[in-house]
């Protein structure tokens, strides 16, 4: 056998770790700033009313450039893939977008947060494109409340459904999460505890984020983990659950009685940014390197030039080799006042 030794063995390129010593392992893709709900902790409707301006077609980045950033990505060691918005599920064919992103090689798990209301008819679809699993919000479970935190007449039957044929698609098992406000839908945590026991699907409480600067958040309204372990606690004994993996962000329990798994994400009273591995890309091809930043990176702009991907992948990489971001654990009067992408652009 002969071999050609004038071409140079490249070894493949070393995955990037940022100035922390943090892996870039998961990639969040907001498909879309647009919404049908206007949840009062992430699009206000006086913010986000008749007149605000959402990107425009011309602005998203097309399915195509999203392929092609997956797979730069994953090349840079990315295993996981969340679709998100927004709301996903107005993006038109999102499901040809899941079959291109399914294709990718390296990537171990494709999946989607949506709010459910649209998910009913699509989750079949969804599952034979090649999405893993899905993770759908619903903060309360009395149609009176939901409303009041959706602030659209929307029936929270319709996101049962979309929940109920997400799990018959094989899409489960199903993760729901429910956003805590102090004194809005604190009293729904645990009759949704009670309706998801057994079912099968993962519930999972979020605490209140002060993400973006127009939901008007402020500390009181935060019903730390502690408390909402307590609530859940009279209503039956739990066992906590080792992490399924490190950097977890939800702590995991599960009923006693054999019930199923429950989880908190306690970003606000147990910040978790020392394990934070994820990196996250706007409709319109901003990179963010942390939830709470204030200014994207314009991949796209390098999309529509002529980089080939080994520049792409090389842009990302300086990015990423220079973050220092660990906003939940600084939050104080240092981080107050300072701008910050609002989490509909930036897709939580
Ligand atoms: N529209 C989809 C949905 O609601 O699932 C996907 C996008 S939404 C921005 C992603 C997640 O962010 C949702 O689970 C939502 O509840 C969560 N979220 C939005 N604003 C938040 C806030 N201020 N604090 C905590 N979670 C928030
Ligand atoms: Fe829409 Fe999701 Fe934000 Fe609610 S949390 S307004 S459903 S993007
Ligand atoms: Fe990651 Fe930023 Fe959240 Fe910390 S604050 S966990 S760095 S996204």
Known sequence: MTTNRSLPILAPAAKPTDRLGRPLRDLRISVTDRCNFRCIYCMPREVFGPGFEFLGRSELLTFEEVARLARIFAGLGVVKLRITGGEPLLRRDIEELVRMLAATPEIEELTMTTNGSLLAPKARMLREAGLDRITVSL??????????????????????????????????????????????????????????RGSGHILR?????????????????????????????????LEALRPNYPGEVATRYRWADGGGELGIIHSVSHPFCSSCTRARLTANGELYTCLFGARGHDLRALLRSDADDATVAGAIRAIWAARTDRYSELRSEATEGLARVEMSRIGG
């Open 139 to 196: 903060d309360a479970l009395d149609d009176a409340v939901f409303r009041a935190m959706s602030d659209v007449p929307i029936p929270v039957a319709r996101v049962l459904e979309g929940i109920e044929a997400a799990g018959e698609a094989g899409l489960g098992p199903v993760k729901v999460n429910m956003v805590v406000k102090r004194g809005v839908n604190e009293d729904q945590i645990v009759p949704l505890a009670r309706h998801f």
């Open 205 to 237: 409480f979020i605490e209140f984020m002060d993400v973006g600067t127009t939901n008007g958040w402020r500390l009181d309204d935060v019903v730390p983990a502690r408390e909402i372990r307590e609530r859940l606690e009279a209503c039956g004994g």
